[in-house]
């Protein structure tokens, strides 16, 4: 158990100490982002770029039978009729 020299708190570990020092008893900001306290500010910026929409999937008509085909398919799924996608 560790106890706090200046309000004689106990805590668990030596590094909850340093914490609950740099959070009640410094006022020197620098010591406060060591221990560690600014991290929810951090933390909710980065939440908003984690929601992309993702673009709708590109489909193309394969020009034999029109059937849906998707970019990079080697061979029409309708007529089985070779695709080239050179020319895209
Ligand atoms: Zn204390
Ligand atoms: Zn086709």
Do not use: Y
């Not at 158990?1 to 959070?23: G, I, W």
């Not at 060591?34 to 020009?63: H, I, M, R, Y």
């Amino acid at each position: 158990m560790f106890d706090c020299p200046t309000c004689h708190k106990v805590l668990k570990s030596k590094r909850s100490m340093e914490r609950h020092q740099a959070n009640f008893h410094s006022a020197d900001p620098l010591a406060k982002q060591k221990a560690g306290t600014v991290d929810n500010a951090s933390n909710n910026a980065s939440n908003e770029t984690l929601e992309l929409e993702t673009p709708p999937e590109q489909t193309f008509e394969c020009g034999a039978c029109n059937a849906k085909i998707t970019r990079g398919q080697e061979k029409c799924p309708g007529c089985g009729e070779a695709l080239d996608w050179s020319g895209i």
